[in-house]
Structure formats: structure tokens, C-alpha cells
């Protein structure tokens, strides 16, 4: 799930500044974690509090109400309420925050009744719930079952249709949906050749850059794994609550296979 963080960190000064430059540099001044990354974490820290996905969200996300980029403004509402309740979303939030639920489930079942807990507390749209379970059980298949790229193509055509290419939300187009994030996430992934690489195209190909990173990210880690030098960096910007979950969940759930 740090692959996810990474991502979002990476893409946070582009995503309201797009660039097309592939060469982009990777953590300028002013790059920061994002909601995402305090959504991924909430949902890492669910998991290994054995809490509803519900709670872990909100608690992380009312002790950070003001991260860069901002929650989307339901999302914001959701968050405060007395008592937080599905409101449809089928925004790209639920596939960007899910990435910790492929590495803690072994069973495919089970990785997908998981995805979409985490999804509809607050993604309850059949599209969001979609999203979230296409990029866990991918992340699933790579972390735990050895997965190859055609693997994760067969997932992604499972899900969205063998024609899922021609329907890509085209360079620099802003697309907050789950429906358009993800299948363009895995095309991201599936074309590209080093962690460094996806995160690289992801970014440069412009529209909601740190969300769509922090997807194609997820899936990247998964299959690449990441360099010592890329994690130092990502570890530097976290506060050292975020960083704690980060680092139980790598020792439980990462690091010990």
C-alpha cells in the first residue's frame, strides 16, 4: 500500500498543474501526501485494528480535516456526520484507498467481499464497489498468487469488457470516476516496465494525476516492488502516526512474505 502513498505524493503538485513532460521532477518542493494517502492509511489501519472500515476512515480523516488537495466536498460531509452512511459515490476514492486490502486477505472471496466493505461505508455506487474490487484482486493476484501482467489484463477485462481501451479518458482529461480511473490505471501499469516508470506515466498523463498515480502505484508495488532509495523519500513526508500504520502494515502484512 505504500506504492499507493508514493503515487500520491508523487502526483500532488501536478494535479491541479498538469504536465506532460515525461521527466517531471519526481518530489519537488511543495509535494505532499494528499487525502489519498490518509484514506489508504485509514483503511490499513481498519485492518489491522480489526475496525470497521467506516471508523478507521473517519477517525484518520477528522485528525487530518486539511490535507493537500482537499476531500471532495460529500466526502466532507461524510466524514463529519454523527453518523456516516453511504451516499452512492462511485468516485475514484474507493479503488484508491483499497490497495491494503489486496495484501491483507489470501482468499480471492474473501478479497473481494473485503473491497467492498472498504468501498460502500461511504461508495456505495455499484461502479465504486467495481472499482475497489478490480484493483484489490489485482493487487492480489500479484502479491499472493505470483501474478503476471496478462493476469491482471484478464482481471481488468473481467471487469470493465475486452474493449475497455477504447473507452480510456483521454490525455489531460480530468476524471474523478471510478469507471474512468481504473481501467485507465491498468493501462497505465500494464504498458509500463519499472515502479518508477508507472508512476512516471501516470503522472505525466495529466487530468486527477495524484489519484490515478496513487492507483497505478498500488498495483506497481505489487508487481515491481520498490526501490530502498524511492521509500526513504516517501517515508520522509509522513508525520510519524501515518508512518507507524505504514510500517506495521509493511511488517504484518509485506515484508513477511
Known sequence: MIGAIIGDIVGSTYEFHNTRDYNFEMFPQGSSYTDDSICTIGIADAILRGIPYRDGLTEWCRKYPHPMGAYGGSFVRWIHSDDPQPYGSYGNGAAMRVSAVGWAFDESTLVLE????????????????????????????????????????????????????????????????????????????????????????????????????????????????????????????????????VQRFRERYVLCG
Open 114 to 245: 473485503e473491497a467492498k466493505k472498504s468501498a460502500e461505508c461511504s461508495h456505495s455506487h455499484a461502479e465504486g464497489i467495481k472499482g475497489a474490487q478490480a484493483i484489490a484482486l489485482a493487487i492480489h493476484h500479484l502479491a499472493h498468487l505470483k501474478g503476471q501482467k496478462e493476469d491482471v489484463a484478464d482481471i481488468c477485462r473481467q471487469f470493465y469488457g475486452t474493449d475497455y481501451e477504447t473507452r480510456l479518458p483521454k490525455r489531460g482529461d480530468w476524471n474523478e470516476t471510478c469507471q474512468g480511473c481504473v481501467p485507465l490505471a491498468f493501462h497505465l501499469f500494464l504498458q509500463s516496465e519499472s515502479f518508477e516508470d508507472a508512476i512516471r506515466s501516470a503522472v505525466s498523463y495529466g487530468g486527477d494525476s495524484d489519484t490515478v498515480g496513487a492507483i497505478v502505484g498500488s498495483l506497481a508495488e505489487a508487481f515491481y516492488g520498490i526501490s530502498q532509495d524511492i521509500l526513504k523519500i516517501a517515508f520522509g513526508y509522513l508525520p510519524e502516526d501515518l508512518l507507524n500504520v
